[in-house]
């Protein structure tokens, strides 16, 4: 067993919960949009290749999490006020498979209310801001227990994003503030498979105000789920090639983010996002997840910038949905753009203005 789990399953809440233990907490925590992508897993939620990503601002999930010392674990999980057992399902297996690190669980029955601060049905992935926003609630009744015993702990957001990995590969982005790197990559020190480090000290200034402006194509379902995705990497035959590749873009985007090189990070960013769907139709079952206006919505952002040079450029997650990223002086005209060609490409005109935010907020 590695040394941290070891550490926390010394270090685990594992006395009797004092009667009358009850109360709520709340957290909201970010989304994230990777810039370079992971995209297949190993062994316990490893990733391939290391990931870097961006903290969103408007996208979140708010989560409470109401607890009650009870006889045995008990489990309820309401999202956008109704009781859905399918979203609580991947929780409470969460839970049950890390009991030894939350054994306090077992004392307790939970009920879990979860709304995203994004309009429903947007397309939009929740499962990295809603998994980090349940382990902040979890890390937070750990808390209340050890100061009912005496014992303050401070919240180590390291386990955070430990947790949060185990529970949604990217959730573990979503705990630091503007940006983080995930996986283990020599251009990094003290980078990790297993959890994620802040990236905030070591980018230019640009970067901590970017833009992303997200186009929303679709707002239906996914085809294919990420879980399938993951999968699928493991007979796909350009996958290592695709895993040396990531590892050469991580090393040369931290040096572009450090610097504010704008080229190469629209270079790469734009690089990665083509390969993740080029993978997906390289799969077997091969799956596209764009759309017909993604292509669209590429092509117009490639001739703006061809145009007026203004560093615009695009990624985007598993979906047809496009990320439009680019410096907040340069907000005015890419705004103005959006607004006069892009809506057009949109579901119902949908689009969302967010920016490059901080980690997440403790709500009560
Ligand atoms: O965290 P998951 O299992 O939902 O996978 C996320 C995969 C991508 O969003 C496509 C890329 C990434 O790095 O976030």
């Known amino acids: 067993m590695k040394t941290l789990e070891k550490h926390w399953l010394n270090e685990a809440f594992k006395s009797e919960v004092p009667n009358g233990f009850q109360g709520k907490v709340g957290w909201q925590s970010p989304s994230n949009i990777a810039l370079v992508k992971y995209w297949g897993k190993r062994g316990k939620q490893l990733p391939q290749n290391p990931s870097i990503s961006f903290t969103l601002s408007e996208c979140c999930t708010e989560t409470f999490v109401q607890y009650k010392k009870a006889k045995s674990f008990g489990f309820q999980f309401f999202f956008e006020g109704q009781e859905s057992p399918t979203f ?40 990295a801001s809603s998994m980090s926003a349940f382990i902040m609630c979890l890390m937070e009744i750990e808390r209340s227990l050890s100061l009912s015993k005496g014992r303050p702990v ?54 901590k105000t970017y833009r992303d402006s997200i186009m929303i194509v679709s707002g239906e379902k996914k085809s ?35 610097s504010g090189d704008l080229d190469t990070f629209m270079s790469i960013t734009e690089s990665e996002a083509l390969q993740l769907h080029a993978l997906m139709m390289c799969s077997n079952p091969s799956f596209i997840l764009m759309k017909p206006n993604t292509l669209h919505i590429i092509e117009e952002v490639r001739n703006f910038r061809n145009e007026t040079h203004i560093p615009l450029c695009f990624t985007l997650d598993a979906g047809p949905n496009v990320h439009l990223l680019y410096p907040d002086n340069e907000a005015a ?20 203005a967010d920016h490059v935010g901080d980690c997440p907020k403790l709500l009560m």
């Open 333 to 352: 005209a890419v705004e103005k753009f959006i607004k006069s060609e892009l809506v057009t490409y949109c579901d119902q005109g949908r689009w969302i």
């Open 154 to 207: 401070d919240l180590d957001l390291q386990k955070v994003s430990y947790f949060s990995r185990l529970a949604s590969g990217s959730a573990a982005r979503s705990v630091f503030p503007k940006m983080a790197l995930w996986g283990a990559t020599e251009a990094y020190e003290g980078s990790s498979d297993e959890y994620a480090v802040p990236l905030e000290n070591d980018i230019h200034p640009v970067f």
């Open 224 to 258: 294919v789920s990420s879980r399938a995705g993951h999968g699928l990497m493991e007979g796909n035959p350009y996958a290592p090639a695709r895993y040396a590749q990531a590892n050469e873009n991580i090393k040369n985007l931290l040096t572009a983010l450090k």
């Open 88 to 127: 609580g399902a991947k929780i409470e297996k969460f839970l049950l498979d890390n009991q030894a690190f939350f054994p306090f669980i077992n004392q307790l029955h939970l009920t879990v209310e979860s709304h995203n601060t994004f309009p429903h049905s947007s397309g939009i992935a929740s499962s």
